[in-house]
């Protein structure tokens, strides 16, 4: 197996290579739209057979893997940009629809385990959370996009403009670090162990993932927004 | 660890020869000093000291609630006539005409809670404790600061100490870990 650690992804590699040595990424590939069962065949190869463009997927790739990777303009201007819309709104609907429930399963019953008023406490910071995240994407969902896709096909609408995405961009991770401050260091012993680390271990992975995700967002997309709002101006 | 100590005096002069005696010793650290007792609350939280070495004619506030409140030692520099009922609450006495050796000795010696007072204590003082409580019960800096009669400054830095002990942020957080500490119940909720 080649050394994937230490050095950014080439299109020749076996996919299965680059998941072997960087378990994490599986969790990319639906939301790139590549189904498993890809066998031993190259990233190029399997790119090509699911309609995805293999820079665009190696650039996704390297930015989750390499913490102080941060792609030049030239590599955004470079890279075949029309997958990544796509992407975010399957990420947001990946968080929304089955990371978060499933951490609030977790809670659940870690909220049935603390006394009444407690547990009713516990479970609505969380729903607040929630909240919280999906207006984040819903205002994501029908303003940026929306306008970058205009901005692809080669129209401007003057009604918003991503400077504006930047003033109001917030911070989604915070809270969940607050909650894993909360579940791992202060709930009463009486409460499971199991069901403490199955929780915890979720949370860091969100967390970790939407770190990522801002990542992309403001350091690809608003890039990218802003060379096609230059261009179609001028 | 060195001894962090403040230094609350007016003279320049007093403050210069403190300085002279006291940098000669690498025991303590010595930390910008304030010319008045005006802002010593905010000063204190913002920069930890392990004794803070002040005239008492410019203290404003009982020295049990400060040590209580801060876990810092509280020395009394004297060099005018101060009632000894006064300085009996202080955790130990500098006159201007004490030797260097004692000046040194004094201050070295001021207090057993300098000593477990550092950046690794993570208990919560009573004072970031009450803050929490109002926080949580969803007020905002400014009435927090009101209620506990100090300045929003005061609050905030509470605040940033809170945060850095607990690792948690948002007042919501804040809120969960107060309910599971028993600092507040159901009905004080908003």
Do not use: W
């Not at chain 2, 003279?11 to 007792?37: C, D, H, N, W, Y």
């Not at chain 2, 004794?51 to 203290?59: A, G, M, R, Y």
């Not at chain 2, 409580?133 to 509470?158: D, F, M, P, R, W």
């Amino acid at each position: 197996m080649k050394d994937f650690k230490s050095r950014l992804f080439s299109s020749e590699s076996r996919l299965s290579d680059l998941i072997t040595a960087h378990p994490s990424l599986l969790s990319l590939l639906t939301r790139l739209g590549i189904s498993l069962g890809f066998g031993d065949r190259s990233i190029a190869d399997v790119c090509e057979a699911s309609g995805v463009d293999t820079s665009f997927f190696l650039l996704i790739c390297n930015v989750y893997t390499f913490n102080n990777y941060v792609p030049s303009t030239a590599t955004i201007l470079g890279t075949d940009m029309t997958g990544l819309v796509p992407y975010l709104e399957k990420s947001h609907k990946y968080y929304v629809e089955k990371r978060l429930p499933h951490i609030e399963r977790h809670l659940d019953s870690i909220a049935q385990e603390l006394n009444g008023p407690i547990g009713k406490v516990f479970i609505s910071f969380f729903n607040q959370y929630k909240q919280e995240v999906e207006a984040h994407f819903l205002h994501e969902e029908l303003d940026v996009f929306p306008h970058i896709r205009a901005l692809m096909a080669g129209e401007r609408d003057k009604t918003y403009g991503i400077n504006e995405f930047l003033q109001t961009h917030s911070d989604i991770e915070g809270k969940l670090d607050d909650l894993l401050n909360i579940v791992f260091k202060y709930l009463p012993p009486q409460v499971d162990d199991d069901n403490v680390l199955d929780v915890v271990y979720d949370i860091l992975r969100l967390s970790e993932d939407l770190k990522k995700h801002t990542f992309i967002e403001e350091k690809i997309m608003v890039p990218l927004v802003h060379h096609l709002e230059k261009a179609i101006l001028s | 660890m060195k001894q962090r100590l403040l230094i609350v005096e007016p003279s320049e002069v007093i403050v210069e020869g403190l300085k002279t005696i006291l940098e000669s010793q690498s025991r303590f650290k010595l930390l910008e000093p304030e010319v008045s007792a005006d802002h010593i609350e905010e000063r204190i939280i913002a920069t930890h000291p392990d004794v803070v070495l002040i005239n008492p004619t410019l203290l404003n506030k009982s020295v049990s609630s400060l040590r209580s409140e801060y876990h810092v030692a509280v020395v009394a520099l004297v060099y005018q006539y101060v009632e000894r009922e006064v300085l009996k609450g202080y955790d130990g006495v500098v006159e201007i005409r004490d030797g260097r050796t004692v000046i040194i000795e004094t201050l070295a010696q001021a207090s057993p809670v300098a000593e477990q007072h550092n950046q690794n204590n993570y208990e919560l003082t009573k004072r970031e404790t009450a803050v929490l409580i109002q926080l949580a019960q969803g007020k905002t800096n400014k009435e927090v600061a009101e209620a506990l009669n100090v300045s929003i400054h005061t609050v905030i830095s509470h605040r940033k100490n809170i945060t850095r002990k607990t690792g948690i942020k948002s007042v919501a957080g804040l809120t969960v870990y107060a309910m599971l500490n028993n600092l507040i119940d159901e009905s004080a909720l908003l």
